[in-house]
Structure formats: structure tokens, C-alpha cells
């Protein structure tokens, strides 16, 4: 029994959600070492939505809603941490929702399925096939689906996935706390924010901005400014830390 | 399942190695999470020990040639991620390895046991009392093991249980990744460095000094220099990532 009044409250609390959700098969075990990795780059962020990732998910909105065929793509860590807040996304953005795992089974696929449609998300779910240029079952997605899409969302993904999906040509929008990661580098743009303080922005922002908005967001991105400014509130926390 | 040619094959293979510990019992769920933390920080030094981590690893090592009793305590992480090197380090040091556990069940204390023996570790295993001054599991320890301990090694240790440590005068020896934690910040000396590069270097160490090195690392032993050399390591390494 965490008391509410802890000052890392949230941060044990969600923990102990993913610790659920491994038992309860959701989630790989690697993805509870995974969301400990990204809690160590949060805590340096100052566990908080810095001013450069705001500006990123604003874009990241304006992306999403400018795309022809946008998809969302969950993990397991996503659907265990954000289900309500992907499905909040998905009626703001109009996004399609499918389902990828780095560590599949038919079996996960089919729990996280149902976790996200009791959750309110509207899941694609056609047959899947191999299509992507990776090796191993990182491969499968849907020709209708992520396949097809021109502006497609991953949060927390693995680096060759992103990679393979911006060498298509797609438009990549990373959520990844570690700005010095593969998929941090290899994004059209990177959100360095933990998922349930992203997502919400994400959706805030789909439902308020106005065309030009949208379109003055998309012209001015640059990630390379959007991850050096991350690097910046890390370095300012570290010597704060030190000194 | 991860292909040999992903670019984070050994930190992938680490997690995996770590998730069947977990199936197996050896590893509390909370220790996937821990490792996952640990893995950021790993990354943000280098994934390599840095020249302040050596330093801290040859004074670890006089510390220990140089104790009336040194005990070694090991937990579920470092039992499955380095449980030979444990061994080699006893050899070297002549250490006492007795087994503490945060999330202590007598079932773990036995599979671990199992595990370090058959690492070829000749693990200590008295009856257990709780003699520290702690609540809860984490007070267990060992009349002749720990409790009589003057230098004890904690590799990835709780922040309490180190400060408590401390507390009772002994020189405390922890491995930790991350150089802001409490337990970084309370032990006696520091290694910021992974577990697996810190204890064969620490072993390499105790078969090397003469003793005139061990009374003059001692002696120049400054815990705060160490840590403040970690944070700038990382500090420069995201300056160069950023730049």
C-alpha cells in the first residue's frame, strides 16, 4: 500500500501497474526493465512536461492530423500504461489503432486487444503479415494498417523498427524518454516525455489547434533542436544535482 | 527470440537472461524494473568504466584486502547477472558471501543459494536473525556474516539498508549505477559502473596491489570526488551526443 501523500507517488503506483500486468501476461517481463530504463531518463527530465517536448507534441498533433492514413501503434508497455489515453487520442486525431509487439504472441496480442477495446480504443485488427524489412517477428503489421500509413505514432519503440518505418518513407513520431536513443535519432520527430503526460498533450492539441496553426507547427519542426533542448534539461538537472 | 545482429544485442540478452530469472523465481519483478534503471544510467557513462570507476574499483579492492572481516552480500540481480564473478571475486578477496534480500522469501534465499554455489561460490549460511536496524525483510542478517562485518561489499543495494550500514560504522563498498542515489551518495565508496565490468576489475585489483598501493588508495579515498567525476562523465557525454 503506497500512501497517496509520497512524493513519488505516481512514479510506485504506475510500477506496480506494469508488475500487474506482467503476471497477468500483458506485458513482457522485458518490458518491465525496459519502462525502468525510461523512469531513470524521466527522473532526470525532473519527471515533468519540459517546454521543448510541449512544442513536440504539438507537432506531433498537427502531424497527425495533416496525415492522409495516420496510425497509432501499441506496445505492450503502452496498453498498460495509457489504454484510456490512446483511446482519448484516437477520437481527437481520428487515428487508426494496431496492435505491434517486439516480444509476440498470438496470445498477448489477443490480452492487449481486449485490454484496449475495454478500454474504449477502436482496434484495427485485420490479418497481419510480414511486411516490414526486419527480421523476426518485428516484421508482422497490417497491409491496411500501419503498413499503409504516412503518419504513424510509436511510442516507446525499439530503434530498428523506427528505423525500418522512417526508411519507408513514413512520417515517424517517437514518444521515447531517452533522447540519445536510436529511435530518438532515427524519428521524423521525438517527444521526450513520459507516455501518460504525452499522450493527453497529444490529444489536447489535436482537439485545439486551427489550420494555420498546424501547418506553421509542421514547417518549423526540427528534431535535432527538439532532442538538443531535451539534452539541455538533463545537463541543467545533473549539475544542479552535483554542485 | 533477439537477433544476433541488433546493435543492443548484450544489454537485450542481459534483459532476457533477467526475465527468466524472474520466471525462475530468483528475481523479484520490482529487480526487472531496478535493472532497467541501472541500464539508463550504464548508458549515459558509456556503457564502459570510466577512469574514476577504476580508481574506485582498485580502492574497493584495498578496502577489502584490508578488513579484519569483509563480507560480500548479494541480492536476486546480482546472483543472476554475475554470479561466476562472484565467485572469482571471493577467491581474490577472501570475502564472506552471505545472501540479503529486499523482497525476502525463504524460497528465494534458497534458489539463490543454490545458484552462487553452483557458480562455485561457498556461500555463508548461518541461521539468519534481524539484527539491523530496519523494518521489515531487509533487517535479516547473519551474526558471524554481516552484522560482524567492518567492510561490507552491497552491490546494488536499497538506499536504507545502505545508509543503516553506514550508520552501524562500517565502511560500505556499494555498486551503483546511478551516482544521484541515496545509496550512492551514503555508502563509503561508490563504483559507478555495471555490475559485471565493476567485480572482475575489483578482483583483478585484490590480486594485483602490493601494500603500499592498498595504504595510499585508502588513504586518498574521497567518495564525493568519485561521484562528482561520474556526473561529469555524463554530463560530457551528453554535451558530445548533443554538440
Redesign the interface.
Known sequence: MIPPDHPRYRSLMT?ER??AA??DGVL???G??????????D?LIGERTTGSALLAERTAAALLLSARHPVISVNGNTAALAAPEIAALQKASGAIVEVNLF?RTEERVRLIEELLTRAGVEVFSGTAERLLPL???RAWCRRDGMYAADVILVPLED??RCEALVKMNKTVIAIDL???S?TARAASITIVDELTRAVPEIARACRELDVGERERLVSRLDNHYL??EA??E??LR??A??G
Chains 1, 2 share one sequence.
Open positions: 510500477r506494469l508488475a506482467a503476471r513482457a517481463m522485458e518491465l526493465t525496459a519502462h525502468g530504463r525510461g523512469e531513470a531518463f527522473y516480444h527480421s523476426h517477428d530503434g530498428d531517452n533522447p540519445l536510436r532532442l538538443a539534452i539541455r538533463i545537463t545533473l549539475r544535482c552535483s
